[in-house]
């Protein structure tokens, strides 16, 4: 089943008020100008940086406060006694010094490969 078509009179069928009193459209109002978009500027990106690191810190610190006992690490003939946290801190800080030495080869060998093909395209 179909529903009958709207008569095509040149008007068109507008929905009901709505119940907070606002009217609909009108069909030759103009569209609603788009929001503009809210521009951050460099110190609320400072600021906003600065408080998630203090919410990181006072994470950090309470790790450390809850595991502070004693282990014993055994690594490549090394033996060492250290709280549990700054244990698992030390291999935390390790992994990102590892992340970052990669992420730095991956960079140095994109601007290679640039500087590469820009001195191809300005020779030919």
């Known amino acids: 089943m179909t529903e009958p078509a709207a008569p095509r009179t040149g008007t068109t069928t507008l929905p009901p008020a709505s119940a907070n009193g606002s009217a609909p459209p009108t069909p030759g109002s103009a569209p609603a100008a788009p929001r503009r978009r809210r521009l951050g500027t460099k110190t609320s990106a400072v600021r906003t940086t600065l408080v998630a690191g ?11 406060i809850q595991n502070g006992h004693a282990v014993s690490i055994n690594f490549l003939g090394a033996h060492l006694q250290l709280p549990l946290a700054v244990a698992l801190l030390f291999a935390a800080v390790a992994g990102a010094l590892l992340m970052a030495a990669a992420g730095t080869a991956r960079i140095t060998e994109l601007r290679q490969i640039m500087r590469r093909d820009r001195r191809k395209s300005n020779a030919g």
């Open 54 to 64: 203090v919410v990181v810190l006072v994470v950090v610190l309470i790790f450390i």
